[in-house]
Nanobody, 120 residues
Framework: QVQLVESGGGLVQPGGSLRLSCVAS????????MGWYRQAPGKQRELVAI???????TYGDSMKGRFTASIDNALNTVYLQMNNLKPEDTAVYYC??????????????WGQGTQVTISS
């Protein structure tokens, strides 16, 4: 199996910054990409950013220019630097990894989520 552990969430004021980290462990083979999704109360889970091992990155539309994803392949860790945070960024942020081969019958694995709250 694959385990993902997020850290770095918290409460910040509008305009502030946070850096999220996600460490993957276990049967980490053939990673196609790692990334971040978020889910606000009453809303569907949405893409924040996904990044491949060669650092090719795709961002959700509302995050472009404010969020930066990065990856450390040696540490199996993905980061999300979030700047100029807005109240609408408040959500639970989930780490995801998508594998090219099944592990335990699954291609996708998720972390437990970390709360990000933007409020004055």
């Amino acid at each position: 199996q694959v385990q993902l552990v997020e850290s770095g969430g918290g409460l910040v004021q509008p305009g502030g910054s946070l850096r999220l980290s996600c460490v993957a462990s276990g049967s980490i083979f053939n990673v196609l990409f790692m990334g971040w999704y978020r889910q606000a109360p009453g809303k569907q889970r949405e893409l924040v950013a996904i990044i491949s091992p060669d650092a090719t990155t795709t961002y959700g539309d509302s995050m472009k220019g404010r969020f930066t994803a990065s990856i450390d392949n040696a540490l199996n860790t993905v980061y999300l630097q979030m700047n100029n945070l807005k109240p609408e960024d408040t959500a639970v942020y989930y780490c995801n990894t998508h594998l090219g081969a099944m592990v335990g019958g699954r291609y996708d694995f998720w972390g437990q989520g970390t709360q990000v709250t933007i409020s004055s």
